[in-house]
């Protein structure tokens, strides 16, 4: 027994009780920096430059995987909001006490419905990309179609609708809508198989292609 003790003993002093203590928010070697103890508005202004980034890249589009990295939903939910509000209001109703709220719940619906079965389609068809990331690339590249409603809005100031400001909106929207597609495909089509791009490239096509519908036939300021 008292053997056994001895090499118990013996065992303990063997184990080694050195270690490190480190401080929140400091960066090891094994650790990513902690943002627990960053000030907040550090935190709102890399958050913004994030989404800033992204917006360039929808703009000056090229096949990279940059939206594809550290993928976030601001950009995207902040271009939902601002379409529906500009949209709200469009339909030619003769109610006049309509306050626009099902225009606006319609946009709302088409954007996130839209991006989410593009999504599952992308998925279904085997493409090497997460859900979130799907949505994400989808809704930023919205940007170009959200220029174009601006200049639309901008032509509908005018009082009097020509067919000549009706052709330089169509022409605004469809470039918008090519901008759109061109962008979402440069970031998506490599995640599918080859044999399958077309196929999922489809229904991104549609989904770009209601949209831009919802804003030609935009005809009020």
């Known amino acids: 027994m008292a053997d056994v003790d001895f090499h118990e003993q013996s065992d303990l002093n063997d184990v080694s009780l050195e270690g490190d203590i480190t401080a929140p928010g400091l960066k090891t070697e094994d650790d990513e920096f902690s943002t627990l103890d960053e000030p907040v508005k550090d935190t709102v202004m890399r958050d913004l430059r994030a989404v800033g980034v992204k917006f360039w890249h929808v703009l000056y589009p090229k096949t990279s995987t940059a939206l594809l990295r550290e993928w976030n939903l601001w950009g995207t939910t ?11 209001g469009s339909s030619d109703d003769l109610d006049m006490m309509s306050d626009g709220g099902p225009q606006f719940a319609e946009v709302f619906v088409i954007y996130w419905v839209g991006a989410v079965v593009v999504t599952l389609n992308t998925k279904l068809l085997g493409g090497n990309i997460s859900f979130f990331q799907s949505v994400c690339v989808l809704g930023y590249c919205v ?12 032509i509908l100031i005018a009082d009097e609708q020509t067919t000549m400001l009706f052709i330089i909106r169509f022409v605004t929207v469809v470039v918008g809508f090519g901008w759109s597609t061109f962008a979402s495909t440069a970031f998506l089509a490599e995640s599918q198989p080859p044999n399958r791009k077309a196929l999922a490239m489809f229904p991104i096509f549609l989904f770009y292609f209601v949209i831009s519908w919802l804003i030609i036939s935009h005809t009020h300021s």
């Not at 601002?82 to 949209?87: C, D, N, S």
């Not at 940007?143 to 901008?154: H, Q, T």
């Open 78 to 88: 902040e271009l939902c909001l601002f379409m529906a509000m500009m949209l709200q």
């Open 143 to 154: 940007c170009p179609l959200a220029i174009a409603l601006i200049i639309c809005r901008g």
